[in-house]
């Protein structure tokens, strides 16, 4: 058997790693056969040293300073061979197992370190290329759930506030009695630290109601706009303003105030409030007619029970009338 062919069956004992390129492969096997023929050769060195010892007593000292020098070369080749197990396996194994374990218990922002062997280096990337690509995903799925949270937590206040303003429409019996309740719903339902309602009238805008408490809004003027337009500044506070319309005319509207900061409401809330305040224009220009009706009403049946007064009134009058003279003429 040849040298090369001993070296080549040599070779063909060591695992290849899969996934590794030729070069890789080539690389890591010439390291393990020089460490394992190294590790060979001192050991027959020190047997032969220690059996020379054995036969030449007359040259024990050299041959023991040969002996020292060749536990010294197995000694390191030992080294060497634990260092290449560490530096192979073992600590690319570890990183790899604690960034499983740390990805498994959901930290996504964890990392293998970069290898400086050329074996390692390309498979700590691409666990590393893993990591962000899992870490994208799960940044999108929570950004997915937080958006739908929102949306879900948006149309419950649409479907309250809705909800709210029909009970309030079909039980209230004054305009008053409808923006005052519909006012604290839109105070709880929206979180606002304070909130007023205006309605109105021949003399002007007129206070009707509010809830809550804060000195900053007592004397804030009033603002125009729809409420994804008019959020305004005033000291820690933002105003919303939701008007009350029917068709063309402004009956009024509802102020509410909330902590300065993070945007009061979302777009699709503040699409919706325009519309309920549009059906409370109708609930109360329909209150309105209602009145009117009922005035109406009641002046028609003050003119019949007028003319039937006037009607039987003449009737009597005309028979008195009838009577004294026929009275008349019997006392002629």
């Given at each position: 058997?040849?040298?090369?062919?001993?070296?080549?069956?040599?070779?063909?004992?060591?695992?290849?790693?899969?996934g590794?390129s030729?070069?890789?492969?080539?690389?890591?096997?010439g390291?393990?056969l020089?460490i394992?023929?190294?590790?060979?050769?001192?050991?027959?060195?020190?047997?032969?040293?220690?059996?020379?010892?054995?036969?030449?007593?007359?040259?024990?000292?050299?041959?023991?300073?040969?002996?020292?020098?060749?536990?010294?070369?197995?000694?390191?080749?030992?080294?060497?061979?634990q260092?290449?197990?560490?530096?192979?396996?073992?600590?690319?194994?570890?990183?790899?197992?604690?960034?499983?374990?740390?990805?498994?218990?959901?930290?996504?922002?964890?990392?293998?370190?970069?290898?400086?062997?050329?074996?390692?280096?390309?498979?700590?990337?691409?666990?590393?290329?893993?990591?962000?690509?899992?870490?994208?995903?799960?940044?999108?799925?929570?950004?997915?759930?937080?958006?739908q949270?929102?949306?879900?937590?948006?149309?419950?206040q649409?479907?309250q506030?809705?909800?709210?303003?029909?009970?309030?429409?079909?039980?209230?019996?004054?305009?008053?009695?409808?923006?005052?309740?519909?006012?604290?719903?839109?105070?709880?339902?929206?979180?606002?630290?304070?909130?007023?309602?205006?309605?109105?009238?021949?003399?002007?805008?007129?206070?009707i109601?509010?809830?809550?408490h804060?000195?900053?809004?007592?004397?804030?003027?009033s603002?125009?706009?729809?409420?994804?337009?008019?959020?305004?500044?005033n000291?820690?506070?933002?105003?919303?303003?939701i008007?009350?319309?029917?068709?063309e005319?402004?009956?009024?509207?509802y102020?509410?105030?909330?902590e300065?900061?993070?945007?009061?409401?979302?777009?699709?809330?503040?699409?919706?409030?325009?519309?309920?305040?549009?059906h409370?224009?109708?609930?109360?220009?329909?209150?309105?007619?209602?009145k009117?009706?009922?005035?109406?009403?009641?002046?028609?049946?003050?003119?019949?029970?007028?003319?039937e007064l006037?009607?039987?009134?003449?009737?009597?009058?005309?028979?008195?009338?009838?009577?004294?003279?026929?009275?008349?003429?019997?006392?002629?």
């Amino acid at each position: 058997m040849t040298i090369k062919s001993t070296v080549r069956w040599l070779t063909g004992l060591v695992p290849r790693p899969i996934g590794w390129s030729q070069h890789e492969r080539d690389v890591s096997r010439g390291k393990f056969l020089r460490i394992i023929g190294g590790l060979i050769v001192s050991t027959i060195a020190v047997g032969a040293v220690g059996y020379a010892i054995v036969l030449n007593p007359e040259h024990a000292l050299i041959l023991w300073i040969a002996q020292i020098m060749c536990l010294g070369i197995l000694f390191g080749f030992v080294i060497a061979a634990q260092n290449c197990a560490r530096d192979c396996f073992f600590e690319p194994l570890g990183h790899v197992t604690r960034w499983a374990a740390e990805i498994r218990e959901g930290n996504f922002g964890a990392r293998v370190p970069a290898a400086d062997d050329s074996s390692f280096a390309e498979l700590a990337d691409d666990i590393n290329r893993l990591a962000e690509w899992l870490q994208s995903l799960a940044d999108d799925a929570e950004a997915q759930i937080k958006q739908q949270s929102d949306r879900l937590a948006t149309k419950s206040q649409t479907l309250q506030l809705l909800s709210d303003a029909s009970s309030l429409i079909n039980s209230a019996s004054e305009i008053e009695e409808l923006i005052s309740g519909y006012l604290k719903s839109l105070q709880s339902v929206l979180d606002a630290k304070y909130a007023r309602a205006y309605l109105n009238r021949p003399e002007g805008l007129c206070l009707i109601s509010e809830v809550g408490h804060s000195a900053q809004c007592k004397d804030q003027q009033s603002l125009g706009g729809a409420p994804d337009d008019s959020e305004n500044r005033n000291g820690d506070l933002e105003n919303v303003e939701i008007p009350l319309q029917f068709r063309e005319n402004c009956l009024g509207k509802y102020e509410l105030f909330f902590e300065s900061g993070e945007r009061a409401l979302s777009s699709e809330l503040s699409s919706q409030l325009p519309v309920i305040g549009r059906h409370l224009g109708m609930a109360i220009e329909k209150a309105k007619y209602e009145k009117k009706a009922i005035k109406l009403s009641a002046l028609e049946e003050r003119n019949r029970v007028a003319n039937e007064l006037h009607d039987s009134l003449a009737q009597t009058l005309a028979a008195l009338k009838i009577q004294i003279r026929v009275l008349d003429e019997v006392t002629v």
